[in-house]
């Protein structure tokens, strides 16, 4: 019979700063959000703002116009930034007397350098970013010397999934071995979104650059390579969601949970609503050349392509997120966490805010790190970051046998199944 831990995060008052034992002074930081005119940063800054009102905010695009616009939003501690993250001396003069840079300028896929880590380690700023590809963050975590001689704390997938989603994992691991009832032997991360979320074209397009990407998970130790978008399962992800389909993906938290947390046998996947978009992406990673799917400016066009019709299906879809977080144990004790919320473009908001604030509230020490990593967020600051996070949500619970938190629970079998 599976044992759980009867913590249910959902149900706790949010805990204070002075709780976690660290003392913060986030009131007088200055925090540029690369990407603060779109979706994912605009989202961003406005939690922020509610999180901590007296944070100075710097929104940072190339559209004057849209940035005029979410000052105005803001109020009085924000002010507006054009800068390019393409070019050398836009990026450092944009990180002059900045205490943090958050980069949710995406997509992710498919770039070629840091050039924002970059440019945070030269002006000695934290850095945050939102990155969901497992290539560009594995190429941020080569800069770690790099960081350290510059005293410079960086972390790397600090959004909602990845991001939250990782520090889920890291506390059922760690729970389940405070508890010494069985090493952890299976992580599965399960994701479901209604549409594009409401987060807009970046997201559309970080969807099809994955589809050209072949998953990467692990069995029993062993790296294996799959067919992205295969491999459906039927998870229910419980109260306000319930049970929706999932595919295989390419996400980084995969890579990052086998290492940092020494799970042998890791995967994720993905659905979206509604379920003729999960056919159609199936369709996309059967018919399209991956080298099609791995082209920014051929996705690009299919993005204007599709959009349109994407940004009035949404309109009926709404924008549910959910993660679903199950944990497998020897000796067949299975714990999972649930993270749910009606609005997937307020959620990654406050996700990603959350990460912001522990990092200026000293969590994170020099070095490029997961979020997984005590070094990157110490498992002190976690309970506060994914209270933070958890505003607003539906369902959020943690350390729960599986039928505890399911609509129609049922047994599984294991087999060899990642």
């Known amino acids: 019979m599976a044992c759980t831990c009867m913590r249910h995060w959902s149900s706790i008052r949010l805990p204070t700063v002075a709780s976690t034992g660290i003392q913060p002074e986030t009131g007088k930081s200055r925090v540029l959000v690369l990407g603060g005119t779109g979706r994912v940063g605009g989202s961003t800054a406005i939690a922020l703002s509610k999180l901590s009102p007296d944070l100075h905010i710097i929104v940072a695009g190339r559209n004057r116009e849209k940035g005029a616009s979410m000052v105005a939003t803001l109020g009085n501690n924000a002010e507006f930034a054009e800068v390019d993250i393409n070019k050398v001396k836009s990026l450092d003069s944009a990180l002059t007397d900045v205490d943090l840079v958050v980069h949710?300028?995406?997509?992710?896929?498919?770039?070629?350098?840091?050039?924002?880590?970059?440019?945070a380690i030269r002006a000695k700023t934290a850095y945050l970013d939102v990155c969901d590809d497992t290539s560009y963050a594995l190429r941020a975590k080569s800069f770690m010397n790099e960081a350290l001689a510059a005293n410079v704390p960086a972390i790397t997938t600090g959004g909602i999934y990845p991001g939250v989603s990782n520090?889920?994992?890291?506390?059922l691991v760690r729970v389940a071995k405070s508890e010494n009832k069985g090493e952890p032997e299976r992580l599965r991360f399960y994701y479901y979104t209604a549409g594009t979320g409401g987060a807009g074209p970046t997201i559309l397009a970080t969807s099809f650059l994955l589809l050209g990407e072949e998953v990467t998970a692990y069995n029993k130790g062993e790296k294996i390579k799959?067919?992205?978008?295969?491999?459906?399962v039927n998870i229910d992800f419980g109260k306000g969601i319930g049970k929706k389909d999932v595919y295989l993906l390419n996400l980084p938290e995969v890579t990052s949970a086998h290492q940092v947390l020494g799970?042998?046998?890791?995967?994720?996947r993905f659905g979206t609503a509604p379920f003729i978009w999960n056919w159609a992406m199936d369709?996309?990673?059967r018919f399209l050349p991956s080298e099609v799917l791995r082209d920014r400016s051929k996705v690009q066009e299919m993005v204007q392509l599709f959009d349109p019709v994407v940004r009035v299906i949404d309109g009926y879809a709404g924008e549910r997120v959910s993660i679903r977080v199950d944990l497998e144990c020897s000796g067949g004790r299975q714990t999972i966490g649930v993270f749910s919320h009606k609005r997937l473009s307020i959620s990654v908001g406050f996700s990603v805010a959350a990460f912001a604030l522990?990092?200026?509230e000293g969590s994170t020490q020099p070095g490029v790190w997961f979020p997984e990593q005590p070094e990157g967020i110490a498992i002190e600051a976690r309970e506060l970051l994914l209270a933070r996070a958890a505003q607003g949500t539906i369902n959020f619970v943690m350390h729960k046998a599986p039928w505890m938190v399911e609509t129609n629970p049922k047994e599984v079998g294991l087999g060899i199944y990642v």
């Open 263 to 268: 799970v042998p046998t890791v995967s994720a």
């Open 167 to 171: 520090l889920m994992a890291a506390e």
């Open 226 to 232: 799959l067919r992205p978008y295969s491999g459906m």
């Open 104 to 119: 949710a300028a995406g997509p992710f896929q498919q770039t070629e350098n840091c050039a924002v880590l970059e440019a």
């Open 358 to 360: 522990a990092m200026l």
């Open 283 to 285: 369709a996309m990673t």
